[in-house]
């Protein structure tokens, strides 16, 4: 119980330091939201997207879920996005993967791991895809880190596609869609793809299959 009661003292500690410096710190927010960007990240623990970033309440809209992963086919994703483009009317969309990744390591190797392989599907494609490229790679590790890259560009790819990015940028040239890795070990994002804000720029995200 020691680590939950820890918790909630951080809390009270962070919301009176906050107030300390601003007395209308979070009055200022409750109201709405205004986040400039949507980053869909890993669930990974050791991966804090507000705290890397510096970025405060209300500036960030975050989905997380095992691997990074943007389906056409998932709900939530997909609301999530919806929202965030359409309604929040967010500028930048980042899809944030992370370095020594268990979820590529998953998708990785031949063992079976229940029913989150079904979610692995989508990383095993881009294997096959690049299965050259990753082989040629001379150990484990650098394998690893190409392919955390590679599965990032995978999902912007997705993004690119989806009729809600589509529609958005038929009105506008926002938002713009990036993919970042971040390096768990240094602490350091690693910019992978850079304001993606239409079909042409998009077309270099294609898988080859």
Aim: with cysteine; proline share 3%.
């Amino acid at each position: 119980m020691k680590y939950y009661h820890k918790l909630i003292e951080n809390n009270a500690a962070w919301a009176k330091e906050m107030v300390e410096q601003d007395a209308e710190f979070f009055a200022k927010r409750e109201a709405k939201q205004t986040p400039h960007y949507l980053v869909i990240g890993c669930s990974d623990s050791r991966v804090p997207l507000e705290l890397m970033t510096g970025a405060l309440p209300g500036e960030m809209f975050v989905h997380r879920n095992i691997g990074n992963q943007v389906w056409e086919t998932d709900l939530n994703v997909l609301s999530v996005v919806q929202f965030a483009v359409h309604v929040l009317d967010v500028e930048h969309v980042i899809v944030c993967g992370h370095s020594n990744c268990g979820a590529l390591k998953a998708a990785s190797g031949p063992s079976s791991n229940g029913l989150i392989d079904h979610w692995l599907a989508d990383i095993r494609n881009v294997i096959r895809w690049h299965k050259n490229d990753l082989e040629a790679c001379q150990d484990a590790d650098t394998r690893l880190h190409k392919l955390s890259h590679l599965n990032v560009r995978q999902q912007v790819g997705v993004l690119s596609r989806m009729p809600i990015i589509l529609d958005a940028w038929s009105r506008g040239k926002r938002p713009m869609l990036h993919g970042w890795v971040y390096d768990i070990g240094s602490g350091l994002i690693e910019r992978v793809v850079e304001q993606v804000d239409s079909v042409e720029k998009a077309a270099i995200l294609l898988p080859t299959n």
